[in-house]
């Protein structure tokens, strides 16, 4: 899987997950070889990938860093937020 400037809207915290899942993956990266990159533990990144509402800022910011993507904080839309990753990926809340 290949992920090239594509759009990811992230509406809820399984969203983020995935994202993370699916990047680290696309990488060919183990749970193990991304948390050796941002200076944590495999533990880390299982629990963000399967509970992200517990990853920090910093943290995100790191993970995002490491696996190219790019994040965005888009402006609230008709009382939505509009989130996106894309690809470099682009991450967006």
């Not at 402006?75 to 809340?93: C, D, E, Y």
Request: proline fraction near 3%; aromatic fraction near 6%.
């Amino acid at each position: 899987m290949c992920i090239d400037e594509v759009d990811m809207r992230i509406n809820t915290p399984k969203d983020l997950g995935a994202i993370i899942k699916d990047s680290r993956k696309s990488h060919n990266w183990t749970q193990t070889d991304l948390a050796e990159r941002i200076g944590v533990f495999q533990k880390d990144i299982s629990n963000w990938e399967t509970k992200p509402e517990k990853i920090t800022i910093d943290m995100l910011i790191k993970v995002c860093a490491a696996l190219d993507l790019d994040f965005n904080i888009d402006k609230l839309s008709h009382n939505k937020k509009v989130s996106a990753i894309t690809g470099k990926p682009r991450l967006g809340f």
